[in-house]
């Protein structure tokens, strides 16, 4: 059974988890977008902790014995989206990125041909990687 | 017949001691080819090397690995207007003198790759047991896949016409990685020749393969392959880049 002491310290923490992904967005740590995901996933869990009628039926249609169970089930269950989701974006962003580098280096060299026309293009290549080491 | 620009494509990764030699190999051996190294992201001097040696050089940022090298190689090759683009591995492990070989059947048979094979006939080329157990069996399910008998199926020593180049350099996001590569490319209906070829020891410098990745590969290899065949055929993409 889910007492009104459970009830009040899940609705705490909601509250403070709900601050913090507001006061992300406002210091643009975290974008709109991402937050909604967020925000989605703890008013969620506020709902099944406050509505115990709710959460009474679903724990009875998942056929689960107690209704903490199913809190934790949908807990995970939304971490696991939430995970997806980031993974698809690694995904994406790898792929971007291959792409970037590939362009980066294609104009690089581009470059290089356009400033070495005349000149010798291996003394610019020299050149260009001891000043980068210098750097480094 | 028109002439035909080709492009031979050196992907290469911490590899001055042995770039430079393999640049001016190919050179000798194929003066009618152009001359590309991809420094893969490396720490020393491969760049350098390369230029020194009369090479075109693209240098990538950081590390992509092999097989996203190579493809720059095809990118470059797409945005050039080359006709047939060639691997050749930068430790000179494969045999410029074979170039021509390789370039013949797109040329005048109108093939679209030619992959270079190690075991078509024996030419005394070792291979460690359990890899060539491992290559056995990426051949059997490659040739089971494609219809057609291919032998060795990670070789690098290739040749690719056109079709082939465009495919490479326009689906950024598709694996071509050895075999799968071979089998999404026969899927888009592009015609596959393998030849022999003879592939020396290693000069110097090390394997690119680990043991972690020895490991790890067969798996790899069957998920992208399964990835390809549940995926919608790739068609070869027309136009100009």
């Not at chain 2, 016409?161 to 326009?170: D, H, K, N, P, T």
Request: charged share 20%.
């Amino acid at each position: 059974m889910i007492t009104p002491r459970v009830e009040r310290f899940a609705i705490a923490i909601s509250i403070i988890l709900i601050l913090i992904v507001l006061d992300m967005v406002r210091r643009r740590k975290l974008r709109e977008r991402y937050s909604l995901i967020w925000l989605f996933v703890v008013v969620a869990m506020t709902v099944l902790v406050a509505w115990e009628r709710l959460l009474l039926s679903i724990t009875s249609l998942i056929g689960a014995t107690n209704p903490s169970s199913t809190l934790f089930l949908f807990g995970i269950l939304f971490a696991l989206v939430i995970l997806l989701h980031l993974s698809n974006k690694v995904s994406d962003f790898s792929t971007q990125l291959r792409i970037l580098a590939k362009e980066v280096a294609m104009l690089n060299a581009q470059l290089l041909q356009v400033r070495g026309a005349g000149s010798n293009p291996v003394e610019g290549q020299g050149k260009r990687q001891r000043s980068e080491e210098g750097q480094g | 017949m028109k002439p035909c620009r080709i492009l031979v494509v050196i992907p290469a990764y911490n590899e001055s001691s042995n770039v430079g030699r393999v640049v001016q190999e190919v050179k000798r051996e194929a003066p009618y080819v152009d001359v590309l190294v991809v420094d893969d992201g490396s720490t020393d001097n491969t760049a350098a090397a390369a230029l020194a040696a009369g090479s075109l050089v693209v240098k990538l940022p950081f590390n992509l690995g092999m097989f996203e090298a190579v493809r720059t190689g095809f990118v470059y090759a797409d945005r050039n207007g080359y006709d047939i683009t060639i691997q050749v591995d930068a430790d000179g492990q494969h045999v410029p003198a074979e170039i021509g070989a390789l370039v013949d059947p797109v040329i005048k048979e109108g093939f679209d790759v030619v992959v270079g094979s190690r075991y078509l006939e024996s030419r005394g080329y070792r291979t460690p047991f359990f890899r060539k157990v491992g290559i056995r069996f990426f051949a059997w399910l490659t040739s089971a896949v494609l219809g057609q008998r291919i032998t060795d199926t990670t070789c690098g020593f290739r040749s690719y016409g056109r079709r082939a180049i465009r495919m490479f350099a326009r689906y950024d996001s598709a694996e071509f990685k050895d075999s799968v590569g071979l089998v999404i490319l026969g899927r888009a209906g592009l015609k596959i020749k393998e030849i022999p070829v003879t592939v020396r020891e290693r000069a110097g410098g090390r394997s690119t393969i680990s043991t972690i990745k020895a490991f790890i590969y067969p798996f790899d290899f069957v998920l992208s392959l399964v990835a390809v065949l549940v995926r919608k055929k790739l068609t070869v993409p027309g136009g100009e880049a």
